[in-house]
C-alpha cells in the first residue's frame, strides 16, 4: 500500500528553515519512507503531540 504525505503549513514553515544540503537529504528520504512509513517510526509515548516519530539523521 502506497501512502501520500501531506505536509502542514507548520512543517513547511520548519522545512524551509533548513540547511539547503538537510533539505536535500530529508527530501530524498520521504519517498523511501512512504512505502511503508511505520517501519521507519518509532511510537510516541506521550499522544498529544503525535502518534509516531520520524527521524531523518539529526532531524
Known amino acids: 500500500m502506497k ?3 501531506v505536509y502542514t503549513r507548520r512543517a513547511e514553515r520548519d522545512i524551509s ?3 539547503p ?3 536535500r ?3 530524498k ?3 523511501e519512507m512512504c512505502a511503508d512509513p511505520l517501519h521507519y ?3 510516541l509515548i506521550d499522544s ?3 502518534t509516531y516519530r520520524f527521524r ?3 532531524y
Do not use: C, M, T
Open 21 to 23: 544540503d538537510v533539505r
Open 29 to 31: 528520504r520521504i519517498p
Open 17 to 19: 528553515k533548513l540547511a
Open 48 to 50: 498529544r503531540i503525535g
Open 3 to 5: 501512502y501520500r504525505l
Open 56 to 58: 531523518i539523521g539529526d
Open 25 to 27: 537529504r530529508i527530501g
Open 41 to 43: 517510526a518509532d511510537p
